[in-house]
């Protein structure tokens, strides 16, 4: 089977890891999995391992125009492949920006079309892509709530639930050691602002008084939030560090102490993910949507944009080692359990092979 993995600019630079894993993956598996990445100036160094390089695409151009731009990936879809009346088997897109264009690639190339619905708000965008009754398309859906939407929106949508996954080491992080500062990490995307400044003035209160806490953001969440003014009304520039491009510093990310998710946008981020399997602390806001936020998973949350109720869960944490570790040892083994990276590609293995097996069954008709 050959898989083109269709991502779209801003999901390419928010999960990096998650493209990473699912092409590698695939690949144990036996799935021949290509990237096909936009042009772009952020995206330029990306490569998967041993892999090789991604086919880069144009994303950017007036809507008349797509169909020529997915022929020209198409062409170079042939000439790597051979001139085969398949070439490929699927196409899985992943980012909403580039659903139109991996449909148009999956009818010039006769191949099964993937979407993955990564955000519950992708569900109308699902509704206007005005799918044929030939199309082999099926929703990808992380968490099952994203598929009360789709149904909402498209009631005969093939539907079909694969949750991501994370990395699990064989050893947790050791966080909250005794002999080093804490660090707290504090990511999000910005725009629900008034998640991210109450959160960050509720850590800002909550290690006040303390002078071995250190604390991270990410530039966008700094930047959209407007978080760098109150950082330096608070005094905490010399204990404040923001983090450029943190996609490709996530490992640096999770060897810290606690991560700090405020916002609830009903996105799933494999960072959330990773920090709970690399076993750190993880303090979120109440996202009724993600599944890993709402069972017995360990994670704290914080059910209203107060810094006050932020402030207490960290300082209930700050305050007790064994507090925190408890906790740090429960994420973990909630995604060893439910969410290991292992069982995402099986599970997107087993949707791959559902779809073909689509075309299989139209052909013996």
Known sequence: MRVLILADAQFAKHERALIER?????????????????????????????????????????????????????????ERYGDATRPVDIVHVMGGGAWGMGLELSRLLGAGLALEVWRAGLAGHAANLNLEEEDRAIFLVPERSFEDNLRKSMKQARVRHVPWGAHVPEQPVPVFREDKLISIVLMG??????????????????????????LFANQEL??????????????????????????DRRDLLLRCDMLVYPETLHEERT????????????????????Q???????????????????????????????????????????????????????????????????EQDRESE
């Open 22 to 78: 699912v092409v590698v993956g695939l690949t144990v598996e036996g799935i021949e999995a290509q990237l096909i990445l936009p042009r772009d100036r952020g995206l330029s160094a990306f490569r998967v391992g041993l892999l090789g390089e991604p086919i880069w695409y144009a994303d950017r151009g007036l809507l008349i125009t797509r169909k020529i731009r997915a022929a020209q990936i198409a062409r170079s879809i042939t």
């Open 189 to 214: 995307s910005g725009r629900q602002q008034d998640h991210c400044v109450a959160a960050y003035t509720g850590i800002a209160e909550a290690i006040a008084s303390r002078s071995d806490i250190m």
């Open 222 to 247: 700094v930047e959209r939030a407007g978080l760098w003014a109150r950082v330096k009304k608070d005094k905490l520039q010399d204990r404040f560090t923001v983090i450029d491009r943190s996609e």
């Open 271 to 290: 960072l959330l993910l990773d920090a709970m399997g690399a076993g750190l602390v993880v303090i979120t806001g109440n996202d009724e949507k993600i």
């Open 292 to 358: 890993p936020l709402n069972e017995e998973s360990g994670v704290i949350v914080v059910s209203r944009a107060v810094a006050d109720d932020w402030s207490e869960q960290v300082r209930t944490v700050i305050r007790s080692r064994d507090h925190a570790m408890e906790c740090a040892a429960r994420v973990r083994e909630y995604i060893r359990t439910h969410r290991r990276s292992g069982l995402h590609i099986e599970a997107l293995s087993d949707a791959y092979t559902d779809l073909v097996g689509l």
